[in-house]
């Protein structure tokens, strides 16, 4: 996958989630995730854009592991949306697997741009 069709796919990715919360209960409580959810999610392609001009590769890894962090996030609210009984499975399981995929994407890239495992093992020797 290119840069370009990974930002493109964070950005959707990012839409997607403000419709589901569009879609929350107007409570206390759904509020209260959606807001997180809202952050966190659209905090993944921000991050990635960010990551991309990044001024160096430690920089650049760096921000990888936000953008990583951010996509387990937004898979953590949506989790918690589904046991809270706010919106079905159904309705969440697409962007949440998308968060799961994005959140694998981040971490072997991440890993890739740092060496990989073998290499990471070979300079601590």
Partial sequence: MTESELKQRTRQFALRVLKLVRA????LEPRAIGGQLVRSGTS??????AACRGRSKAEFI???GTVEGEADE???????????????????ESLHQ??????????????????????NRKSQI
């Fill in 24 to 27: 929350l209960p107007n409570t």
């Fill in 98 to 119: 998308e968060a799961n995929e994005l959140t694998a994407v981040m971490a072997a890239s991440r890993i890739t741009a740092a060496g990989g495992p073998i290499a």
């Fill in 62 to 64: 760096a921000k990888l």
């Fill in 44 to 49: 993944v392609g921000a991050d990635y854009r």
């Fill in 74 to 92: 937004s898979a953590y609210w949506m989790e918690l949306i589904v046991d809270g009984g706010l919106l079905t499975t159904e309705r969440i």
